[in-house]
Nanobody
C-alpha cells in the first residue's frame, strides 16, 4: 500500500487542523492505520491508531481528548482531527499502515507516508 499524507500547515495555539492520509490499493480496509510524529531532534513517536474497521482506536496520553483518528474505507483515507493544538504538537506527522493490530512501536508498521509538517505558533 502507498500512503500520501496531507493537510499540515501553520496554526495558532488552540486552533485545529485535520490531516488526511490517502492510500492506494484495494486492500486498504484490511490494514491497521496509525499516525506518528517527529519533532526536530526527537524520536518518531506514536500519536494514534485505528483498526481495520474503525471500531477500535488508541491514543497517546499526550493527545488523548484533543485528537481524533478516523477512517473512511470507501475513500481509502484515514484522518487525524487535531483540536486545541499546543506548541509541543509541532512536528512532521506521518501516517503508517500495518497488517497487524494497533501497536505503538514504529517497527510494527511496514508502510509509511512521506510526512506533512504541522507548526503551532503562539
Amino acid at each position: 500500500v502507498q500512503l500520501q499524507a496531507s493537510g499540515g500547515g501553520l496554526v495558532q495555539a488552540g486552533g485545529s487542523l485535520r490531516l488526511s492520509c490517502a492510500a492506494s490499493g484495494r486492500t486498504f480496509s484490511t490494514y491497521t492505520m496509525a499516525w506518528f510524529r517527529q519533532a526536530p531532534g526527537m524520536e518518531r513517536e506514536f500519536v494514534a491508531g485505528i483498526n481495520w474497521s474503525g471500531g477500535s482506536t488508541y491514543y497517546s496520553d499526550s493527545v488523548k481528548g484533543r485528537f481524533t483518528i478516523s477512517r473512511d474505507n470507501a475513500k481509502n483515507t484515514v484522518y487525524l482531527q487535531m483540536n486545541s493544538l499546543k506548541l509541543e504538537d509541532t512536528a512532521v506527522y506521518y501516517c503508517a499502515a500495518s497488517t497487524g493490530r494497533i501497536r505503538t512501536t514504529k517497527a510494527a508498521y511496514g508502510f509509511w507516508g512521506q510526512g506533512t509538517q504541522v507548526t503551532v505558533s503562539s
